[in-house]
């Protein structure tokens, strides 16, 4: 995926240099990683929005174009201001393909509503929307499936249940088996509404 919303490289940082990117209507970045320095950089804010509006952007490899050159990397984080509809900053990481990466990968649930529990009155609570998964850079996915249609009533699948393509691995479960936590349940709707009133 291009990401070609780079304007220029800033040679200076700071909080009150990134202040005077914002009054300009675009958006302080930095990109590092991959053994070289970190640079700072402008981005148009208006650009910005529209690839944020994009789930792949958040899980893809990156081409980012800075002053003409080009580098592969992934969006490690986006700061927002939490009372205007604006991106305050964008943190970047540089990406060697020949070495493994972590990145958040969505979750897409499929078969919900045709599951077993689902056809018995159950209702699916999420735990996750997203699994941290490391990989080479050439294997990531864009999202990973999670197939609901066996799913009964009172059952959960578990980060070890999900099905990954060949060369992904779940951060989590390196870290052993107690890790291996739920992803989504199934349960009846009058233990769902008890929870519920326990919670309230």
Do not use: W
């Amino acid at each position: 995926m291009c990401l070609s919303l780079l304007r220029k490289s800033r040679a200076e940082a700071g909080k009150s240099v990134a202040r005077r990117v914002r009054r300009q209507g675009d958006v302080p970045a930095v990109i590092y990683g991959a053994h070289k320095d970190p640079q700072m950089i402008v981005l148009n804010h208006n650009e910005v929005i529209k690839h944020l509006e994009h789930e792949a952007v958040y899980s893809h490899i990156l081409d980012v174009t800075i002053d003409g050159n080009t580098e592969k990397a992934i969006l490690k984080a986006v700061q927002r201001n939490p009372s205007r509809f604006q991106v305050m900053h964008l943190d970047f990481l540089r990406v060697d393909m020949s070495e493994a990466v972590k990145v958040h990968v969505p979750l897409h649930f499929i078969n919900e509503s045709s599951s077993i529990g689902a056809k018995k009155g159950g209702i699916a609570t999420h735990s996750m929307v997203d699994v941290e998964v490391s990989c080479l850079p050439s294997a990531l996915p864009e999202f990973i499936e999670v197939d609901m249609a066996n799913l009964d009533i009172g059952e959960s699948l578990h980060l070890s249940d999900l099905v990954l393509p060949n060369g992904v691995e779940v951060v989590a479960l390196a870290q052993g088996a107690e890790h291996d936590l739920p992803v989504v349940s199934i349960m009846s709707a009058k233990r769902r509404q008890r929870r519920r009133g326990i919670n309230d």
